[in-house]
Structure formats: C-alpha cells, structure tokens
C-alpha cells in the first residue's frame, strides 16, 4: 500500500532554512577556496570565444590558451605600470596631506569652540582618545594584513593557473554537467548553459566599458578642477562605481579628501558637483545602453545581494553579487518549479489593479 504522507509547510520551511545556513555557512568558511575558482571560472567564460576564434585559424587549443592568457596579463602589468607613477606619487604625499587635514582640524575644533561654546580642552581629549583607540585597533591587525596581503598574493597566482586548466578542461567539464542530469534534461540544460555564458560574456564586458567611460569621465573633470593626482582616482572611482549604488558613495568621498587637503572646500564642492553629473550619465545613458541590457535584476535585490555579498566574502563578494545574482535568475526561469524567484529578482514590475487599493467608505 502507498502512502500518501506528505510533509507540511512549516516542515518545508524548516528544511530548507536549515540547509540555507549550512550552504551559507559552507561559503563563508571556504570562501579562500570557493571566491578564487569562481573569478577564474568567470575570467575563463569572458576569455573563451578568443580562445575559440584562434582555434578557428588552425591554432593548437593548449597554445590559443596560452596566448590569451599571456596577451591579458601583459595588459594587466601594462596598465598597472602606467598608474604606478601617480599611486606612488599619491603614496609619498600622504604625510603633506595628513599634515593639511591636522591643519583643517585645528580650524574646525577653534570654530566649534567659538560657536558652540564647547571647551577645545575636550574636544581634543575626545579626538586623541579616537586616535587611541584606532591606533591600537590598527597594532592589532598588522598580523592579520600581512597573512592577508599574502593571501593576495597566493591567489593572483593560482587564478591563471585555474583560467587555464579550466579552458583546457572546458569540453570534460560540460560532459560532467550533462552527465547530472536525464538524458531528457539535455535541451533545457543547454539553454540554462548558453543564457549563462551569454549572461557573463555580454554582461562583464559591458561592465569593462563603462568602467572605462566613467574612468574618462571622473579623470577628465578632476584634470579641469585642478586636482592632484586626478588620473589615479578616477580610475578608482570607476572600479569602485562597479560596485552598484555603494561604490559611487565612496568614490566620490576620496578626490572630495584630497581637494579638501590640497585645495579648499569649496573645490570639493565642485568635485561632488562633477560625480553627480557624471553619475546621472553613467545611470541614465551609459549603464541601460551597456550593462542594464544585459542583467535584468531589480535595484532592490541589487543593494541586498551586494551587501551579503560584502558580509560574506568582502570587497570580492560585492564585485561576484551581481553576476552571480544574474545566473541565479537565468536557472530559476529554466526550472518550473523556481519560476517566481526568478521573477522576484527580476525587474518588471507589474501594474497592480486600482482595485487593491480601494478603501471602502463607512
């Protein structure tokens, strides 16, 4: 006799909460392994169609890898080497700029004293007490830095090493994942794979031009401002501006630092006038012709998976939290029963009948 037992709701909920934190949970202890294969995984989608043209011209596929690799990193040291005069002129200026900031802080604390009627005895109590705090904070994780930077260092290594094996291994890597699943899986299986690699292709080169605009763009306006070392933070604020809605916040504030310490508020006033306008270009104009085309997620699961993905993985996990967020919704809409999570993280909104909303009268 069959039984029809079938297990309620909150049991559901229950299973799958529990399984939510043990999967959350695995990712945040491995992430030192899991983050590494994942940005080589996507490095190796984004590099795979020029790999695939120089087979194309009768190109051994071990040696098309090897020139794609070797052709990215030598852009990669050449564009590093072309900042490294400006981030090592910005390097020995900080002390100057400390210096003006100590400066602008006596200002502000003798202006404070006068207008509020606050002893400056205490507020300088209260500012060394910070500075102590901070200090110490700061002894404490000198270890952790250097493990860290370390780390850093472990990783950029391996990740060229996984791009190329995972390319070599692209064609066995596809046969496991077909293996996965039915034989009768194979057509919806090759859509989820071909709209995910279309997703990560279109979207991350996408992504590259408009860090490049914007980098124009933030270098171009500090150059006409006057402002010190204008190439290197614009650059910075279009790296940081990858970061959705967060980024643009904190690559303002720094040229705002430096023009404050270099020049004078108000030029810093009009640097935060230039981001403003540069930022209604890049989110009018140049992300829906690029980017937005490509990713179609809503700016409320925007913001939330780039902060889970800050608090899980850091800086890392808020760079992966989009694309990742994308091949999510590229499987739900592929999977029947996953169809409307796929719909939650899009972004058409629907129009609500007037109706929901009528309040009878009394």
Not at 231 to 243: F, H, K
Not at 330 to 354: R, Y
């Amino acid at each position: 006799m069959e039984s029809d037992f079938k297990l309620p709701f909150y049991a559901k909920a229950s299973i799958a909460f529990i399984g939510l934190i043990a999967f959350t949970s695995i990712l945040y202890i491995a992430q030192d392994i899991i983050v590494p294969i994942i940005y080589s995984i996507i490095i190796a989608i984004v590099l795979s169609p020029i790999v695939g043209l120089l087979e194309r011209r009768k190109i051994n596929r071990i040696i098309a890898i090897t020139i794609t690799l070797t052709f990215v990193t030598l852009v990669t040291i050449l564009t590093i080497a072309l900042l490294s005069s400006q981030i090592m002129q910005f390097g020995d200026s900080i002390p100057k700029l400390t210096e003006e900031f100590r400066r602008l802080l006596d200002q502000t604390i003798a202006w404070a004293s006068d207008n509020f009627n606050i002893s400056t005895r205490k507020i300088n109590l209260w500012i060394t007490k910070q500075n102590t705090e901070i200090l110490n904070g700061s002894t404490a994780s000198i270890g952790q830095t250097i493990i860290n930077t370390g780390s850093i260092l472990v990783v950029l290594v391996l990740i060229p090493v996984y791009v190329f094996m995972i390319l070599v291994y692209q064609s066995h890597l596809l046969e496991f994942i077909h293996k996965l699943f039915r034989s009768s899986d194979t057509l919806q299986l090759n859509s989820v794979i071909s709209a995910t690699k279309k997703i990560i292709q279109s979207y991350l080169v996408g992504l590259l031009l408009e860090a490049l605009i914007v980098a124009v763009l933030n270098a171009t306006s500090l150059l006409i401002l006057g402002i010190d070392y204008a190439i290197i933070l614009g650059v910075i604020g279009a790296v940081l501006n990858v970061i959705p809605y967060i980024g643009g916040i904190v690559a303002v504030a720094l040229p705002m630092i430096v023009a404050i310490a270099t020049k004078s508020p108000s030029y810093a006033l009009l640097v935060l006038v230039a981001y403003i306008l540069i930022q209604f270009i890049d989110n009018n104009y140049i992300i829906p012709k690029i980017v937005a085309s490509k990713v179609k997620i809503n700016a409320l699961i925007s913001i939330i998976v780039v902060l889970v993905g800050g608090a899980s993985w850091g800086i890392p996990g808020m760079f992966l939290a989009i694309p990742l967020t994308a091949i999510l919704k590229v499987i739900f809409d592929h999977i029947e029963p996953l169809k409307p999570l796929g719909f939650l993280l899009g972004n058409i909104v629907p129009t609500v009948p007037k109706k929901l909303f009528f309040i009878p009268k009394k």
